[in-house]
Each structure stands twice: as structure tokens, then as C-alpha cells.
T-cell receptor, first 115, second 115 residues
């Protein structure tokens, strides 16, 4: 149980285009989803927290207009990187938890490369 | 705000040797503590967690961790390391703040296993 999927697993796009990454909880209701960014050989940096049906809460320094997060259902959250630039290239990981459960479960990550 | 320190960036052990990965945390109350493992290019897999009760917790793949409140530590151990254990290990603290769940990760420890 507690499986989280991400799609796509890797994406290459041109500078200036937008990319959407999906995060799905497959066998539980994700009342809260987290989006992380991870640079090579570094830890996870929390970008934002989203509760189903509410606006996402962004961490300091994360541009909410650039990283659009939608959590419209209990099983799906999306991260859209708008007008992507090469510096946005990174590994993006989502995680999910359900209300009352303290453990978060992680997706396999999405490798984004912006040319 | 809580914080997590993993003082060792790299740990090298021989296959079959014992392992201890260090983790220290800073948090005002009793935290929720986690250890995750990440293989290259993959998401994070939960190894074990501590919420309350017995301070020695058993996890998957033969790992265990001990919560020591006096030392603010939650070190991960394994009596005999296998080559497949080579990966990145993250200690994490989950804390409740104003009704929200705030996860914080350490920078990670890279485990290298020699044959």
C-alpha cells in the first residue's frame, strides 16, 4: 500500500516552454502533497505544501507564479513549471500523506532538463 | 523551527561490516523521526520511523534506529551491510506547526560499500 506515482519520469523541453508534472496517490487519499526539488548530491528542498482543495503554501524563495501547483482531487496534484529555463533543470519529487497519518510517501521523481 | 544534521557526507564500509549513520535533530517537542533511502535517480523509500514508545525501532532490509532524547539523536544501524545497501540515506523530522505538518530533511549520507 501507500504507492505514489509521478509522470513523466523524465522530460526534456526547450527554454520558454511550460512543463506539467503529475503526482498521484494510487491506493490512498492524499489530503496533503509536498513538492520537493533536489539538486545533484544534495538534499531535498521543500518547494510547497498543498492541501486538497486549497491553495498551495510555498516556501520562502519559491516563485509561486513560476511553479504552479494544483491539488484538485484527493489523488492528484500537478506541478507546472512555467516558462522553464535551464536553471530550472532538476529532479522534482512529490510526496503525499493522508490526514492523521504522520508518514509521507514519495513518488519516484521526475528528471527535468531544460535546453 | 526544526532542523536535522547528518554530519557524515560519505561513509565507506566493507561488505559484511556493521554500519551506523548518524542523525541529530533540533526540535522543541518530541519529533516524528524517519529514515529514508534513495537509490540513484529514484524517489525515497521509507526505511523506518519513530513516533513514540519503544526507542529502538526496526525497519525494512535489516535496518534499525535508536531514538535517544538526551542526545537528540536517531542513528541508523545495520549489523551486516550488503552491496545492495549502497545508496543515499536521509534522516528526516516531521513536526506539527499550527496544525500543519512540516517535514525537514538532512542533507543525506552517501553509503559506499566495498566488496
Amino acid at each position: 500500500g501507500a504507492v505514489v506515482s509521478q509522470h513523466p519520469s523524465r522530460v526534456i523541453c526547450k527554454s520558454g516552454t511550460s512543463v506539467k508534472i503529475e503526482c498521484r496517490s494510487l491506493d490512498f487519499q492524499a489530503t496533503t502533497m509536498f513538492w520537493y526539488r533536489q539538486f545533484p548530491k544534495q538534499s531535498l528542498m521543500l518547494m510547497a505544501t498543498s492541501n486538497e482543495g486549497s491553495k498551495a503554501t510555498y516556501e520562502q524563495g519559491v516563485e509561486k507564479d513560476k511553479f504552479l501547483i494544483n491539488h484538485a482531487s484527493l489523488t492528484l496534484s500537478t506541478l507546472t513549471v512555467t516558462s522553464a529555463h535551464p536553471e530550472d533543470s532538476s529532479f522534482y519529487i512529490c510526496s503525499a500523506r493522508t490526514q492523521g497519518v504522520r508518514t509521507q510517501y514519495f513518488g519516484p521523481g521526475t528528471r527535468l532538463l531544460v535546453l | 523551527a526544526q532542523s536535522v544534521t547528518q554530519p557524515d557526507i560519505h561513509i565507506t564500509v566493507s561488505e559484511g561490516a556493521s554500519l551506523e549513520l548518524r542523525c541529530n535533530y533540533s526540535y522543541g517537542a518530541t519529533p516524528y523521526l524517519f529514515w529514508y533511502v534513495q537509490s540513484p535517480g529514484q524517489g525515497l523509500q521509507l526505511l523506518l520511523k519513530y513516533f513514540s514508545g519503544d526507542t529502538l525501532v526496526q525497519g525494512i532490509k535489516g535496518f534499525e534506529a535508536e531514538f535517544k532524547r538526551s542526545q537528540s539523536s536517531f542513528n541508523l544501524r545495520k549489523p551486516s551491510v550488503h552491496w545492495s545497501d549502497a545508496a543515499e540515506y536521509f534522516c528526516a523530522v516531521g513536526a506539527l506547526s499550527g496544525g500543519s505538518y512540516i517535514p525537514t530533511f538532512g542533507r543525506g549520507t552517501s553509503l559506499i560499500v566495498h566488496p
